[in-house]
T-cell receptor
Framework: LAKTTQPISMDSYEGQEVNITCSHN???????ITWYQQFPSQGPRFIIQ???TKVTNEVASLFIPADRKSSTLSLPRVSLSDTAVYYC??????????????FGTGTRLKVLA | NAGVTQTPKFRVLKTGQSMTLLCAQD?????MYWYRQDPGMGLRLIHY???????AKGEVPDGYNVSRLKKQNFLLGLESAAPSQTSVYFC???????????????FGPGTRLTVT
């Protein structure tokens, strides 16, 4: 069962780039790395997913080294509204073809003015 | 599209009472999930379903039952509520393998349940 380790909390200032690193030493060959964002009193929201190298979308970039034992979520120029908990997830394939995520405690990002 | 909706948003139960939480999705997703989130913790999978009429156990299924009679609905039942079931319950749905990005789960807004 692949698990992840990430910092409990981080502070940043508006306009800065934030990098959150996640460790997943036991990641399986077929597993993808997925990041979710959760605001207080809301359900998690998908941010980005990748398998190797670099993935970029309109909100974030995901960097994955060749050994895939870690990954880094990069948020460019954060704003106060990016204050949230960020979860790094490595899925486990379930019977019947679906996917299970192991949610840890995540990284609480606080963006300061 | 409303996405994933949950009913009710809040509920207070006494120990031993029963209740059903309703989850509905309008995205024609095949897979649906129920999670619970305790204060300061991540989400834990209770039960999941890979299609109408099918259910399976997740990490923490004890004390809960589920049913998926219609593709768009996934019900979570507590037959005899206990204080340990005080939590926020989230429902999620996703595409099935081969029909879309089944790794992306869409979450509802949650139901805050307190058992006294």
């Amino acid at each position: 069962l692949a698990k992840t380790t990430q910092p409990i909390s981080m502070d940043s200032y508006e306009g800065q780039e934030v990098n959150i690193t996640c460790s997943h030493n036991n990641i399986a060959t077929n597993d993808y790395i997925t990041w979710y964002q959760q605001f207080p009193s809301q359900g998690p929201r998908f941010i980005i997913q990748g398998y190797k190298t670099k993935v970029t979308n309109e909100v974030a970039s995901l960097f994955i080294p060749a050994d895939r034992k870690s990954s880094t979520l990069s948020l460019p120029r954060v704003s106060l509204s990016d204050t949230a908990v960020y979860y790094c997830l490595v899925g486990d394939a379930l019977p019947q073809g679906t996917y299970k995520y192991i949610f840890g405690t995540g990284t609480r990002l606080k963006v300061l003015a | 599209n409303a996405g994933v909706t949950q009913t009710p948003k809040f509920r207070v139960l006494k120990t031993g009472q029963s209740m059903t939480l309703l989850c509905a999705q309008d995205m024609n997703h095949e897979y649906m999930y129920w999670y619970r989130q305790d204060p300061g913790m991540g989400l834990r999978l209770i039960h999941y379903s890979v299609g109408e009429g099918t259910t399976a156990k997740g990490e923490v299924p004890d004390g809960y039952n589920v049913s998926r009679l219609k593709k768009q609905n996934f019900l979570l039942g507590l037959e005899s509520a206990a204080p340990s079931q005080t939590s926020v319950y989230f429902c999620a749905s996703s595409y099935s393998r081969g029909t879309g990005d089944y790794y992306e789960q869409y979450f509802g807004p949650g139901t805050r349940l307190t058992v006294t």
